[in-house]
Nanobody
Framework: QVQLVESGGGLVQAGGSLRLSCAASGRTFSSYVMGWFRQAPGKEREFVAAIGSTSYYADSVKGRFTISRDNAKNTLYLQVNSLKPEDTAVYYC??????????????????WGQGTQVTVSS
């Protein structure tokens, strides 16, 4: 069992930055593939980034977002730079055991956090 708690969201102007964090409980954090997803109002949940032995990004965030993890702290991060209004969404972290290319699929993840809101003003 893994519990995930996101933090770090907020209101930021276009072009700004945030660092999202996801604190995980349990002693097996390092064994999971971790992902970030986001969901805007009226839209489906979409893949943002994932990290296992390597990192993967959605084309829409490549070069602006960076996923990382600190296994000693049981924490997942998402550095989000050059934010755009279309990045506005609730951001969720997730844990699973998927492999590429399926780690882009929400149903491949077993555990989810409650989400943190990111709002980008123009």
């Amino acid at each position: 069992q893994v519990q995930l708690v996101e933090s770090g969201g907020g209101l930021v102007q276009a072009g700004g930055s945030l660092r999202l964090s996801c604190a995980a409980s349990g002693r097996t954090f390092s064994s999971y593939v971790m992902g970030w997803f986001r969901q805007a109002p009226g839209k489906e949940r979409e893949f943002v980034a994932a990290i296992g032995s390597t990192s993967y990004y959605a084309d829409s965030v490549k070069g602006r977002f960076t996923i990382s993890r600190d296994n000693a702290k049981n924490t997942l991060y998402l550095q989000v730079n050059s934010l755009k209004p279309e990045d506005t969404a609730v951001y969720y972290c997730a844990a699973g055991n998927s492999v590429y290319p399926f780690l882009r699929v929400p149903s491949q993840y077993t555990y989810w956090g409650q989400g943190t809101q990111v709002t980008v003003s123009s």
